[in-house]
């Protein structure tokens, strides 16, 4: 149990553009997703937090108009970089914490989405 | 912002070696959690932990909570060649639902 899945795991797009990555929760209802991006040998920097219904808490120094979080569901969160730059190719991962349980605060991960921008 | 000290950084071991880990804050934590990481994928729980001095296994791996919460460490016994990877170690500081991680220690074994 507890499988997160993220969509697509790769993507190359041009400079410009925008990219929406899907993160869901595949047999459990997340109260609260996460972002992260994971620079080459680096450890995972979070960028927001994600709750369902509600507006993105993001991280200081993260551009919330460039980094579109939506929460539309207690099984999916979206995020979308908008006007992607070759400084944002990175390692995108999602994480989240199931609704119920017994512990509460496990945070499950997603297999990552690699972006690259051209 | 707050950081784990995670130590060492690297560490290159022959197959069947026991591997020792660990993480140190000077702030106290709620949570650790100690994840491992392949090249590509995104990290995989293998032990949390709730309590300090809470002492936890599964399988090869024990792990524990520091009684001062503020440290705790990861042993892999009997190392295999599978156990490569970067395990990172990670917590909640209070009653924050963000958790906070180390730098990693990427474990190389050779056969």
């Known amino acids: 149990g507890a499988v997160v899945s993220q969509h697509p795991s790769w993507v190359i797009c041009k400079s410009g553009t925008s990219v929406k990555i899907e993160c869901r929760s595949l047999d459990f209802q997340a109260t609260t997703m996460f972002w992260y991006r994971q620079f080459p040998k680096q450890s995972l920097m979070l960028m927001a937090t994600?709750?369902?219904?509600?507006?993105?808490?993001?991280e200081q120094g993260v551009e919330k108009d460039k980094f579109l979080i939506n929460h539309a569901s207690l099984t999916l969160s979206t995020l979308t970089v908008t006007s992607a730059h070759p400084e944002d190719s990175s390692f995108y991962i999602c994480s989240a914490r199931p609704l119920t349980g017994d512990p509460p605060y496990e945070q499950y991960f997603g297999p990552g989405t690699r972006l690259t921008v051209t | 912002g707050q950081q784990l000290n995670q130590s060492p950084q690297s560490m290159f071991i022959q197959e069947g070696e026991d591997v020792s880990m660990n993480c140190t804050s000077s702030s106290i934590f709620n949570t650790w959690l100690w994840y491992k990481q392949d090249p590509g994928e995104g990290p995989v729980l293998l032990i949390a932990l709730y309590k300090a001095g809470e002492l936890t296994s599964n399988g090869r791996l024990t792990a524990q909570f520091g009684i001062t919460r503020k440290d705790s460490f990861l042993n892999i016994s009997a190392s295999i060649p599978s156990d490569v990877g970067i395990y990172f170690c990670a917590g909640h500081l209070g009653g924050s639902e963000k958790l906070v991680f180390g730098k990693g220690t990427k474990l190389t074994v050779n056969p």
């Open positions: 994600s709750n369902e219904g509600s507006k993105a808490t993001y």
